[in-house]
C-alpha cells in the first residue's frame, strides 16, 4: 500500500507565502516525478509544477518566479514552497507520484488527499 500525505495548506493574506508537504509512504521501490496540482471551485485540475527524480522542475505559466517545487529523495517528500500568494492561487493542492513499488513493477500514478489553500486579498 502507497500513501501520499499533503500538509501546510491553510488561509493566508495576499502577498503572503506557504510551504506545502507531501510524504509518500509505504511499499516503495522508486519514485520518478512528483507533482503538485490544484482544482479551484467550478475548474479543471491543472499543473502547478513537477520535479523529476534528478531534480528537473517544470512549472504553470502563472506561477514561474513565485513557486519553488524541491523534493527530498530519502525522504521521500516534494515541497512547494508559496511566495507572494495572489487570490486567484486559492484552490484544493494536491499531491502526484509515479511510484514504482517492485523493481519489476510498472510505475503507477498516486494522489494525496488534497489540501486547501485560501489566500484573501
Known amino acids: 500500500q502507497v500513501q501520499l500525505v499533503e500538509s501546510g495548506g491553510g488561509l493566508v493574506q495576499a502577498g503572503g507565502s506557504l510551504r506545502l508537504s507531501c510524504a509518500a509512504s509505504?511499499?516503495?521501490?522508486?519514485?520518478?516525478?512528483m507533482a503538485w496540482f490544484r482544482q479551484a471551485p467550478g475548474k479543471q485540475r491543472e499543473l502547478v509544477a513537477a520535479?523529476?527524480?534528478?531534480?528537473?522542475?517544470t512549472y504553470k505559466g502563472s506561477v514561474k518566479g513565485r513557486f519553488t517545487v524541491s523534493r527530498d529523495n530519502a525522504k521521500n517528500t516534494v515541497y512547494l514552497q508559496m511566495n507572494s500568494l495572489k487570490p486567484e492561487d486559492t484552490a484544493v493542492y494536491y499531491c502526484?507520484?509515479?511510484?514504482?513499488?517492485?523493481?519489476?513493477?510498472?510505475?503507477?500514478?498516486?494522489w494525496g488527499q488534497g489540501t486547501q489553500v485560501t489566500v484573501s486579498s
Open positions: 520535479i523529476t527524480s534528478g531534480g528537473s522542475t
Open positions: 509505504g511499499s516503495i521501490f522508486s519514485i520518478n516525478v
Open positions: 502526484n507520484a509515479g511510484i514504482k513499488r517492485t523493481l519489476l513493477a510498472d510505475f503507477e500514478e498516486y
